[in-house]
């Protein structure tokens, strides 16, 4: 692969120490790039930028488009493409001009830096830091931050549609979609669980939201819920690399994500996370056991209607067929989806197609999967079974 974030996070991360480092991007990103390196102690050579009436940005020269080439030519270098919106078209024109430097973007130059921290090239003091900032930004952004945001919105918006399921099943498309019809709808993967241990606040919030649920039934008033599926292996890998945070990376890992990543994987298939969910979770909240309903597998989708709820399952694999389906459940037939959620689109993407090529996965787990699993084959048809096995079988040890 022609960016190297994977080779970088995994065993070239002296490639800094080693090369001419240029920063592509003299705005916000590349600002941020900069500074970073300074702080790990990195020399930078220059900037790249295409505003040609550029000189200089943070006390570094900025050269061109063929002062990069050259440069590259004559020298090992380092780019690191410094860019958000426009970091696929800077990787395909270096790529097309056959620049041979050592290419890696701004997300691979900061996980990489945060998994390898405790390389000796960095100074102890730079360590520290980096230590006591993924501390920090673990505690602003803490799950109960997170679940008590949610609860507010259920307080604000008691109409609202529920998107409501595991994580990285497509939600995040469905929820955009049905703010940009004006709908109200609140995203959420927890509401019956307590995400923060035994934080008296959640917990109370919880039986908050219960009572005023059971009242709003009491009132003839429904509560409709949208909820999502997938199939268990592109589930599993896409919550491991969810958490692939800059400066805040919260899966285990180390130079070895292959490995890492099945050990994830062993043990979210190990809790049967995404099918046990609908006990925990949608069941304790609604009463309602999905998988006493027919699920309609060629259609991808099944419609549950009772006094109380109604419930919307879709397949995440036939989410685009089933658009009408959607608009008709919340009364938009002609609704078209947002789609802003793409892992392909992600800033990890570089990583996670490397992940997908290397990763070794035991058979016998998929087999607990895909074979043994009632739960799961309550959704899917042999045949698409079958092409999850095909799908993997280049993983498979």
Not at 38 to 46: Q, Y
Not at 131 to 159: N, W
Not at 353 to 377: A, M, S
Request: glycine share 6%; proline share 3%; net charge neutral.
């Amino acid at each position: 692969m022609y960016i190297k974030d994977y080779d970088f996070i995994t065993k070239d991360i002296g490639a800094l120490f080693e090369r001419e480092v240029i920063v592509y991007g003299a705005g916000y990103i590349g600002k941020r790039t900069a500074m970073l390196l300074e702080d790990a102690g990195v020399k930078i050579s220059c900037f790249c930028d295409q505003d040609e009436g550029r000189q200089q940005y943070m006390g570094y020269p900025v050269i061109d488009w063929e002062e990069m080439k050259n440069k590259a030519i004559c020298r090992k270098c380092v780019v690191i493409i410094a860019s958000i919106d426009y970091c696929d078209e800077i990787a395909k024109d270096l790529q097309k001009e056959q620049i041979g430097a050592y290419v890696i973007t701004w997300y691979g130059l900061q996980v990489g830096i945060e998994l390898n921290v405790e390389d000796v090239r960095f100074s102890k003091e730079f360590c520290a830091d980096m230590r006591e900032k993924k501390k920090m930004r673990m505690e602003l952004f803490s799950v109960f931050a997170i679940q008590g945001f949610r609860f507010r919105k259920f307080y604000e918006m008691p109409d609202a549609v529920l998107v409501y399921q595991p994580g990285k099943v497509g939600s995040q498309t469905i929820h955009c979609t049905l703010q940009k019809e004006k709908i109200d709808s609140i995203h959420t993967h927890y509401i019956m669980t307590n995400r923060c241990g035994n934080h008296a606040v959640i917990s109370r919030q919880i039986a908050y939201f219960h009572k005023q649920l059971i009242q709003k039934w009491e009132k003839g008033r429904k509560l409709k819920v949208i909820t999502l599926i997938r199939e268990p292996m592109a589930e599993a890998l896409a919550w491991y690399m969810q958490d692939f945070e800059p400066d805040m990376v919260t899966v285990p890992t180390s130079k070895d994500l292959a490995k890492c990543a099945q050990e994830y994987i062993q043990e979210k298939f190990a809790t049967n996370y995404e099918f046990e969910w609908f006990d925990k979770e949608l069941k304790k909240l609604t009463g309602i056991d999905i998988f006493q309903y027919p699920f309609d597998k060629e259609k991808g989708y099944a419609w549950i209607k009772t006094e109380k709820v109604e419930i919307l399952v879709l397949k995440m694999e036939q989410m685009n067929e089933n658009e009408g389906v959607v608009g008709a459940f919340v009364g938009k037939p002609d609704l078209k989806y947002a789609n802003n959620n793409i892992g392909a689109e992600k800033p990890y993407k570089y990583i996670y197609e490397e992940l997908k090529r290397v990763l070794r996965i035991p058979k016998e787990l998929l087999r607990g999967q895909y074979e043994d699993n009632r739960l799961f084959r309550h959704f899917y048809t042999q045949e698409e079974i079958d092409g999850f096995w095909k799908k993997w079988s280049g993983n498979l040890v």
